[in-house]
Nanobody, 139 residues
Framework: EVQLVESGGGLVQTGGSLRLSCAAS????????IAWFRQAPGKEREGVSC????????YYADSVKGRFTISSDNAKNTVFLQMNDLKPEDTAVYYC????????????????????????????????WGQGTQVTVSS
């Protein structure tokens, strides 16, 4: 059974930091792509960042570039999202999602990631989703 378990959310003041974790199991983590999405109340889901675990290539949405850093610990099957200089507009439920190396969808992620396109975080390219963790940034 595939599981993605997010942790690390919480309440923080503007300018603060949080580190989210996504622990994966039940599929081949190596060679996969893991992404972070977020959804605020009344807003559409937004792709925030993604990483391909085989080569460490990354993508960031413009809204978080320079403030968030995604990383992967392949030995622990875990992806992290370090979030610095948080703003009230970062308040949302954060979800991690995965597409395994055996999925034909992975190629689309890799190709769009390579050219820095937002298609790398197209939710239709991801097969597995976690339950989410709440991040609240107070002003």
């Amino acid at each position: 059974e595939v599981q993605l378990v997010e942790s690390g959310g919480g309440l923080v003041q503007t300018g603060g930091s949080l580190r989210l974790s996504c622990a994966a199991s039940g599929f081949a983590f190596a060679g996969s792509a893991i992404a972070w999405f977020r959804q605020a109340p009344g807003k559409e889901r937004e792709g925030v960042s993604c990483i391909t675990t085989s080569d460490g290539n990354t993508y960031y949405a413009d809204s978080v570039k320079g403030r968030f850093t995604i990383s992967s610990d392949n030995a622990k099957n875990t992806v992290f999202l370090q979030m610095n200089d948080l703003k009230p507009e970062d308040t949302a439920v954060y979800y991690c999602a995965a597409v395994s190396g055996s999925s034909p969808k992975l190629l689309g992620v890799k190709l769009t990631l390579r050219v820095g396109e937002s298609g790398a975080v197209d939710p239709r390219r991801y097969d597995y989703w976690g339950q989410g963790t709440q991040v609240t940034v107070s002003s």
